[in-house]
């Protein structure tokens, strides 16, 4: 399996990528916003994107859709619910669905509610796993659930999926949010380490040329992993007096999504 992400340069600060095959050239379009520069990435590389997955039904994922399907005529899967937010669709998917390009590359489907309800996130059948996350987990952060979301399904699936999958999976988020991100982790964890090794990396860097996380990264880094760090919590009680000397991880996940919010 082949990974090329593709750095749109919008305000978005949006990540498209391809997923090619090695053996036959074939690719697969993640939300490619930008269509301009994946069509040319595609032709520099003389892959052929056959298929286009949407992690879901925000314009900045799906607007790229109409002019890569015209000059490819590629199909477009999205999350089996998302038929009549995003047009077009050819192929529903659901969860454990894969999605094959190529002849040796799987990618397994995650119903990954939370940011919107129709989130899909796509993990691969590597050696090297990897995760493709959309807007759910990002580099040090986590997705909002503004524009049709909810905060206690995103927990759920930050729990119950994201932080069960190896530690050694790479993390391909939809948007660079990561110096901004590691910056509201020190302000929730002022101690980690971690985080602040890695800010002076990444401050001012070209997301073009950014790291590549892995889960093991994630737990070290992303506040939202370490819902059962004391320091998380004695920090988060300076904000909300009220909570227990130990909240439980909802709450925590909860809180500091509301107080990301306003990051």
């Known amino acids: 399996m082949i990974v090329e992400r593709i750095w749109t340069g919008n305000a978005l600060r949006n990540f498209c990528y391809l997923i090619a095959c090695p053996d036959t050239g074939e690719a697969l379009a993640i939300d490619p916003i930008d269509s301009e520069k994946t069509l040319a990435t595609a032709r520099v590389k003389g892959w052929q994107i ?24 590629a199909k477009v899967i999205a999350h089996h619910n998302a038929a009549g937010k ?60 503004h524009f049709g979301g909810d905060v206690d399904k995103l927990f759920t699936t930050f729990v119950d999926q994201l932080a ?30 971690a985080a602040q090794q890695l800010l002076p990396k990444v401050t001012g860097h070209d997301p073009a040329t950014s790291i590549v996380t892995t889960l093991a990264d994630e737990k070290r880094i992303n506040t939202f992993m370490r819902l059962s760090s004391p320091s ?32």
């Open 50 to 73: 056959t298929q286009i997955l949407n992690t879901h039904e925000h314009h900045d994922h799906i607007d790229g859709n109409p002019a890569v399907v015209a000059a490819t005529g």
């Open 232 to 263: 998380v919590a004695a920090h988060l009680r300076k904000e909300f007096p009220e909570l227990p000397a130990q909240p439980d991880p909802k709450t925590v996940f909860t809180r500091l999504r509301e107080l990301r919010n306003k990051w």
């Open 164 to 193: 069960r999958l190896p530690d050694d999976t790479k993390v391909y988020p939809g948007h660079d949010y990561i110096e901004n991100n590691l910056r509201f982790t020190l302000a929730r964890e002022p101690d980690n380490a």
């Open 86 to 145: 995003i047009p077009g669709v050819d192929r529903g998917v659901k969860a454990g669905d894969v999605i094959k390009v190529g002849k040796r590359v799987e990618l397994e489907c995650m119903d990954t509610p939370g940011h919107t309800m129709c989130h899909i996130c796509l993990r691969s059948h590597t050696d090297q796993p990897a995760l493709f996350s959309g807007d759910t987990l990002f580099n040090a952060g986590a997705g909002n659930v």
